[in-house]
């Protein structure tokens, strides 16, 4: 996904938010003689800071990144925001990033993160319009990897308050809500197979199918995975490592499934396709078993796909978030009303159980990124970057 363009998306859903915010009593300073707001005693800016850039093109993150330490704090253009990062999202697609497969123009050195939630600890004159500093806000913009990253005011959304859930919903939630509504079709009763049901994107797929009064059967690889998908109202949660997935649908299907929402590609792409209603759809969301290879693709059986899917006049649909950009802030605003109101899940997954334990701090982004790649999460996860100095403001 452009991160500029999905950013600007993200900013619509800002501007109820900003009204509000605009009520709110705030100290009207003269600072007319700068370009910026900056309160390095209030909110304890330190003069450097740490962050992740990427200084090799490789899909392998531990190659391609690099932990730069003492590099100055950026300056907010007029524009523009300084975000403290407190929690930062991790994505299947770092790697595609880091690989250069985003833009195969760009060189490194490069930033890398796309995602992030902290306060506003600096802005520009013009961005003081709609933000103030502390104001806690989430942001898809690259270089979210560091202790604070400059983010266009436009890009930046309103949050309520500095919670990780909230940063489950700016790309795996709205990817899910504006997929399955452009390209699903779902009608109630339909049978709705996600893969990669329990991660960041497919949690929210499972909710909104299961929402759509569809009946809901998801992939993942552990008992613990099944629990979770239970939890959040998957009918038939399949083990993968245990099951085989392609004979249960077979057997427990028979007519087929009528959406599958497929992150997962090769194998589970196949198998996928086979196992279509007629009519059916299946929405091409990535193909994550293919992300650690040098071609980034995972192969599929493409031969026999004519004759699939002409026989069952089933379809198959690509879905790119960047490219659905005029949905966003209404998928936002739902999603963020959904979660407000109790009626959707948003799983963080901040490490606790994993070897290491908790992610904390932009050193385990490494090791958070290993634990994605091993299947290990449940939920989105999240880094944190916690900041000791309380500020005064
Ligand atoms: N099209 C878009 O605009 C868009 C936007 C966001 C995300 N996505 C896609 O959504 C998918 C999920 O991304 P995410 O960031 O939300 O990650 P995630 O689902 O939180 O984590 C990835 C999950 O995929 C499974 N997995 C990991 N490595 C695998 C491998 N080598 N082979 C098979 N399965 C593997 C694991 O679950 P299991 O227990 O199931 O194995 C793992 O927990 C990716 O394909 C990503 O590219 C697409």
Do not use: W
């Not at 899909?59 to 925001?81: E, H, I, S, Y």
């Amino acid at each position: 996904m452009s991160l500029g363009s999905a950013a600007r998306a993200a900013a619509g859903v800002g501007l109820r938010a900003s009204v509000r915010q605009a009520f709110r009593p705030r100290s009207i300073v003269d600072m007319s003689y700068s370009q910026h707001f900056m309160d390095p005693t209030g909110s304890a800016i330190p003069a450097t800071m740490k962050k992740l850039v990427v200084t090799k093109l490789s899909p392998n993150f531990r190659q391609a990144v690099t932990l730069q330490a003492g590099v100055p704090v950026p300056v907010p253009g007029d524009g523009d925001l300084l975000v403290r990062n407190r929690f930062v999202g991790i994505n299947a697609s770092d790697i595609n990033y880091t690989s250069g497969r985003y833009d195969p123009s760009v060189k490194p050195p490069f930033d890398v993160g796309f995602e992030g939630i902290g306060e506003v600890v600096g802005l520009g004159l013009t961005a003081s319009a709609r933000f103030t500093i502390n104001q806690v806000v989430a942001y898809i913009a690259p270089g979210s990897f560091a202790e604070y990253t400059v983010v266009p005011a436009k890009f930046a959304v309103p949050m309520p308050s500095l919670k990780p859930e909230f940063l489950t919903l700016l790309i795996s939630g709205t990817t899910a809500y504006i997929s399955l509504k452009e390209l699903g079709e779902l009608t109630e009763g339909d049978k709705v197979l996600v893969t990669a049901a329990a991660g960041g994107t497919g949690q929210f797929a499972v909710q909104l199918s299961k929402r759509a009064k569809c009946h809901v059967i998801g992939t993942c690889s552990s008992k613990e995975k099944v629990v979770f998908l239970k939890s959040i109202g998957c009918d038939h949660p399949i083990n993968y490592k245990t099951e085989n997935v392609a004979a249960v649908l077979k057997k427990e299907y028979p007519q087929g499934v009528d959406v599958i929402y497929e992150s997962v590609g090769g194998k589970m792409f196949d198998l996928s396709v086979r196992s279509l209603a007629t009519k059916g759809r299946l929405i091409i969301i990535g193909f994550i078993s293919g992300y650690e290879t040098a071609t980034g693709l995972s192969l599929v059986d493409a031969g026999v796909l004519p004759a699939a899917l002409l026989k069952k006049s089933a379809s198959l649909r690509g879905f790119f978030l960047n490219h659905y950009l005029s949905q966003y802030q209404e998928a936002m605003l739902t999603l963020l009303k959904m979660y407000k109101d109790g009626e959707l899940v948003c799983e963080v997954d901040l490490g606790d159980i994993s070897p290491e334990g908790k992610f904390i701090g932009l050193e385990s982004v490494f090791r958070a990124i290993d634990y994605l790649y091993m299947g290990k999460n449940i939920g989105k996860i999240v880094v944190e970057l916690p900041h000791p100095v309380t500020s005064k403001l």
